[in-house]
């Protein structure tokens, strides 16, 4: 039998006194393992939560199934603790134990790992995350202190580092510590880790002491991870000189590869004039092969530049070089987002043309042309042409991906057509991309219906998320409570709250604004007209008539004083 799965702590000073009897009987629980705890007390570093814990987990693993059962039937009180003066007295009834507990039982031990994991890391980011003023002891001492007992993983060093994003320069002390752990080694994933955490926070100089004291380990993942964040941060001349001396100060290779991811990402940002010029001073070395080129065509089409576009594409004709299926549905990209830009009506013939260009070159479509395609035509509420074109597709040997069909489930959405909006969904499913239906996904698909005033549909989508096994967060939440306070539907409201606490997710209180147009009117009852007797009906003709003939009489006019 494993270790239950729950986290529980003890006093220290109960722990002390029960140190002198060997045996320990709590709730049908036996420690024989005492003095070896007695022994870990009595060494000279002190004993953390952390090591506590897991003793008495392997404390507990050694007991019997009808002992964990025998715990599963009392209810545990987060607040109290062992009594001993009842368990030594025999006049006093025993009274089950209650340990504190951080978690409830788990019997997947996928789970409790997963929980074990983001526990330490939770407890690394704490020290990191430490103020260096009131704490003199360095980050290293203090990790190799309380943490030399644990082994470092990637998943682990990731976890620390995403929840630890005001640590600063800590973490490179986190860095130094595990580079000098006996239990650990870095590697290119790890390394990449830590140079994706200090661009985040635009700390260049800790990158470049990352990656020179990790040049010997350092490899594809750290130099996309180093040109990302670089050009991501706008620091476009620094990506060029990082590229010229990065096989002398960080022993990256210098080759057709390198200069190929240099280069994309500087066109996926548009920045295509630096990257062309890049290319031109290093053609010497290394000459520009047709990807090189087509990424170039990219660039400039990124950067809403079709004239330059289509300048370098004659350039690469002249020089033997034929563009490829990429450049052309960046160019018609471009093409669609000038059109959506300046006149919607001439988007499918300025296509038309680029789309004839391609079958006179001989360059195939593939199913990112139809993406292209299928996704401005849904960007101008035109769904219907989009799906006409979703079931063309084969005609070219073309098969949709995740992204076509996720594209045309939100414009179905979108256009209110939600019963085909579904069936995109589970036509999506049977073609094998059911994992693209992530949290982010469902998000959007009920940000829609929400946005439409449809928000059982809303509700229906958020049901189904939950059944494909993707855990609602705290945004998914807010937005389906604050539709319903909208709609004046307060219960569901409610429950949707209570829900989310259930699951774990923390959902602050707020007040919604309820919306006019769903405000249920007070309904007044009609007053019945009751039939005028002839009395009634008589006086009412002689008043009128009375009216009448005094509208004709002159009215004396008053004189002036």
């Known amino acids: ?41 009595r060494s000279s570093t002190p004993l953390t939560s952390l090591q506590l814990r897991r003793f008495l987990l392997r404390c507990f693993s050694s007991s019997s199934s009808s002992s964990s059962s025998l715990v599963r039937s009392y209810c545990l009180r987060p607040t109290s603790y062992l009594d001993l003066y009842s368990l030594s007295s025999p006049q006093r009834h025993f009274t089950p134990p209650s340990f504190p507990l951080s978690r409830r039982f788990s019997s997947q031990p996928n789970d409790s790992a997963d929980d074990d994991l983001f526990q330490i890391a939770e407890s690394l980011s704490f020290e990191l995350l430490t103020d260096t003023d009131s704490e003199p002891v360095p980050i290293i001492q203090r990790l190799q202190r309380s943490f030399s007992h644990i082994t470092p993983s990637p998943p682990l060093i990731l976890q620390t580092l995403n929840i630890s994003p005001d640590a600063g320069r800590s973490v490179l002390g986190f860095y130094k510590w595990l580079s000098s752990n006996p239990k650990f080694a870095h590697s290119d994933e790890t390394l990449s880790f830590f140079v994706d955490y200090f661009g985040r926070r635009k700390d260049f100089k800790a990158t470049h002491e990352v990656l020179v004291d990790g040049r010997d380990f350092a490899g594809a993942k750290t130099l996309e991870s180093a040109v990302d964040r670089l050009v991501r941060a706008g620091r476009v001349t620094q990506v060029v000189s990082f ?62 530049k079709l004239d330059e576009a289509k300048r370098l594409a004659e350039e690469m004709y002249r020089g033997g070089f034929g563009i490829g299926t990429l450049a052309y549905n960046s160019i018609l990209d471009c093409v669609c987002k000038l059109c959506r830009k300046k006149d919607p009506f001439r988007l499918e013939s300025e296509a038309e043309k680029i789309l004839v260009d391609m079958d006179v070159a001989g360059v195939p479509r593939n199913v990112e042309t139809f993406n292209v395609l299928i996704t401005n035509l849904c960007k101008i509420r035109k769904t219907e042409d989009a799906m006409k074109l979703f079931y063309r597709m084969g ?167």
């Open 243 to 304: 590229f010229d001396r990065m096989e002398v100060d960080y022993g990256f290779r210098r080759d057709r590869e390198s200069l190929t991811l240099v280069i994309s990402k500087l066109c996926e940002n548009g920045f295509a004039s630096h990257a062309e010029k890049m290319v031109k001073n290093v053609a010497n070395e290394i000459f520009p092969n047709e990807t090189i080129c087509d990424l170039l065509i990219k660039g400039w089409c990124v950067d809403g």
């Open 395 to 561: 005609e070219w040997g073309c098969y949709p991906n995740e992204t076509t069909f996720l594209v045309l489930t939100r414009s179905l959405y979108q256009a209110a057509r939600v019963g085909e909006g579904d069936e995109m969904i589970d036509r999506m499913k049977s073609a094998g991309f059911g994992d693209a239906l992530d949290k982010k996904a469902y998000y959007g698909f009920i940000k829609i219906l929400c946005g439409i005033e449809r928000i059982d549909h809303a509700m229906t989508v958020f049901a189904k998320m939950k059944e494909d096994g993707c855990k609602p967060g705290i945004k998914t939440y807010d937005l389906l409570m604050g539709k319903l306070c909208a709609h004046g539907r307060i219960d569901k409201a409610n429950a949707l709250s209570s829900e989310a606490v259930d699951r774990g997710v923390p959902v602050e209180p707020k007040s919604y604004k309820l919306d006019p147009r769903f405000v249920k009117k007070p309904t007044v009852a009609k007053k019945e007209k009751k039939r005028e007797t002839f009395p009634e009906k008589m006086a009412r003709k002689r008043s009128r008539l009375k009216k009448i003939r005094l509208s004709y009489v002159k009215k004396p006019k008053r004189r002036a004083i």
């Open 1 to 41: 039998m494993g270790p239950i799965g729950f986290t529980w702590l003890l006093p220290l000073s109960l722990l002390l006194r029960c140190f002198s009897s060997r045996v320990l009987i709590v709730a049908g629980f036996s420690f024989y393992r005492l003095p070896s705890l007695l022994k870990m007390w």
